[in-house]
């Protein structure tokens, strides 16, 4: 009897110098036959690249429950696969897109795949001579992939099941051959995994042929070049919104350029004192935790985003913050205090480099021997995120400025934000009002508004600046009705620098001093906040999330 297949495949990548692990595989034959094989299997390591693995759950409403329809799903010969993996790229490798696409897709889908990712080891590499310049340390580093995943059926072009989010990698992990394993559970109708796990593992040749998840293998034949008469899907960049997109729209000083990488003044924490007969006001912020890492998520939306805004109308879609990191580390600090006297503002920064992008999503076929396309549009997504962090050995770079930020920034920062007055049962906060020497601590702020427990802490306004060129990036004229829908949409974006982990929170406070050192009056405050004008979603829980962060209090 022959050796089936799978292991004429074992045999074929062999060589007398890379004989590996001998091992013994029993495999089971049709019927009641038993035949063992031995076979000499490769130890050679498969990466780098990303294993996979995809559990697809209907929702069960008469049972209340999770249904596992992953192996329905998987074996219909009509289903397919088209998977996109974009990294987050240091700026010497930066194309135009900033976000450096890895690979795109489309093949038999399977419930385990692997993806080789050649340029990730490059990438990585980069990043950890980056990290080692700025005195930095690789080994608490982290950098992030977005990862884009539909599973649609062929013949018609529905779609089943579809992943939008983010996992965070150690890139000097990669750097020692590992690759990425990703345990991905979605849900129909719900773009964000309800549960995803990641770490760091060397993948073996074999391990990747005995599974059959070599991604390049069962995709041959299947993207559009090798047949019609399939659907498949395409994603568009739109725009991408950057610092060099900023350069026109704010000061000069709010840009640094270290080792010609162009870094934009971002807004960690802004407070407001614009009245005379009123307290002194202390701000402070502490970013950096003593045990556990502290990153920037992104933030994700997907549905009729520029049919809404085109014909003017506010997109009606929900924000999701990502899983993982884009930016982030265990051994990186920041903290400052501001002491905000009446008739005054101030402000804390950090350089960043932001970045927004929308994509049109479409699922195309061709007919005949492949000489007409047909393009019909599915929806559109859009990302906010934070790329890289300055840092200087364990510190983030920034600083505090009187004032508010730039007037450009804030006429787009209120765009898409609302204030609020909180009111926080159980605190000093509890009527939405401090008295003199009464303070509020961050730690007790972030859960009243994060309700899903989906850790959102500190809203980065990213939207905001973004805001300031998206008519453009998106051809639309200054002041029509569809540049303001532009700007309201894309103003509410907000990313959330967070500790890792619901239980762990980046500290800070907001007190009114009343009369302090001879300055301001013993006086009252009511405290605004303001929050995004769009609500965000963790699973089927909704929520309202800190923009700025800013207060006002009068």
């Not at 995709?219 to 568009?236: A, D, L, N």
């Not at 195309?364 to 007409?372: F, P």
């Not at 730039?406 to 401090?434: C, Q, S, V, W, Y």
Request: charged share 15%; hydrophobic share 40%; with cysteine.
């Amino acid at each position: 009897m022959k050796p089936d297949a799978t292991v004429k495949r074992v045999l074929r990548i062999f060589t007398v110098r890379n004989l590996g692990v001998l091992a013994l595989i029993t495999l089971l034959l049709a019927g009641s036959a038993l035949t063992a094989y031995y076979v000499v299997m490769n130890s050679e390591n498969a990466g780098p690249g990303i294993l996979l693995t995809i559990n697809l759950y209907d929702i069960s409403v008469e049972e209340k429950k999770l249904v596992d329809v992953t192996s329905k799903i998987l074996k219909n010969p009509d289903v397919l696969m088209y998977l996109e993996i974009n990294a987050i790229t240091p700026s010497s490798l930066e194309s135009e897109e900033a976000a450096l696409t890895m690979t795109k897709i489309t093949a038999k889908p399977k419930k385990t795949v692997f993806i080789r990712l050649y340029k990730l080891l490059e990438i990585s590499r980069e990043w950890i001579s980056i990290y080692s310049l700025r005195e930095g340390n690789p080994e608490e580093t982290y950098s992030g992939l977005i990862i884009r995943l539909f599973i649609y059926n062929g013949s018609s072009g529905d779609i089943l099941f579809e992943a939008y989010d983010s996992i965070t990698y150690k890139p000097v992990e990669i750097t020692r051959e590992k690759s990425i394993r990703v345990t991905m559970s979605l849900v129909r109708d719900s773009l964000k995994p309800i549960k995803l796990y990641v770490e760091h593992a060397i993948v073996r040749q074999y391990e990747v042929l005995l599974l059959q998840a070599s991604i390049e293998e069962f995709g041959k034949g299947i993207e559009p070049s090798g047949r019609c008469g399939i659907w498949w899907i395409e994603r568009e960049l739109v725009t991408l919104i950057g610092p060099a997109n900023l350069t026109t729209q704010l000061p000069s000083d709010y840009f640094n350029n270290p080792n010609g990488v162009l870094y934009v003044k971002t807004p960690v924490l802004i407070v407001s004192n614009p009245l005379s007969l009123s307290g002194v006001v202390g701000a402070s912020i502490n970013i950096g935790i003593s045990q556990g890492n502290v990153g920037v998520y992104p933030t994700l939306t997907s549905g009729a985003i520029l049919n809404s805004t085109a014909s003017g109308l506010i997109p009606n879609v929900k924000l999701w913050r990502g899983s993982g990191f884009t930016w982030g580390g265990s051994t990186y600090y920041f903290g400052y205090n501001a002491v905000v006297e009446p008739l005054q503002s101030k402000w804390i920064w950090i350089w960043t480099r932001p970045m927004f992008a929308i994509y049109k999503v479409y699922r195309v076929t061709c007919t005949g021997r492949g000489s007409e396309l047909i393009r019909v549009y599915i929806r559109d997504d859009a990302e906010s995120a934070i790329y890289d962090v300055l840092t200087s050995g364990l510190q983030i770079v920034g600083g505090m400025n009187d004032g508010l930020p730039h007037d450009n920034l804030m006429r787009m920062f209120f765009n898409g934000t609302e204030l609020i007055n909180p009111k926080i049962p159980n605190t000093m906060l509890a009527d939405g009002i401090l008295q003199p020497r009464e303070y509020m601590a961050f730690e007790l702020i972030f859960p009243y508004f994060d309700v899903c427990e989906s850790d959102f802490e500190v809203g980065i306004p990213v939207g905001a600046a973004a805001a300031l060129a998206v008519c453009i990036g998106l051809g639309y004229g200054p002041n029509t009705p569809a540049c303001l829908a532009a700007i309201k949409f894309s103003s509410a974006f907000q990313v959330s620098i967070s500790a890792q982990g619901p239980s762990i929170r980046i500290s800070g406070n907001i007190v009114n001093h009343g009369m302090y050192d001879g300055r301001g009056y013993n006086v009252s405050e009511v405290v605004y906040m303001s929050i995004s004008q769009y609500q965000y979603k963790s699973n089927t829980c909704y929520y309202n999330v800190p923009a700025g962060i800013y207060f006002r209090l009068e």
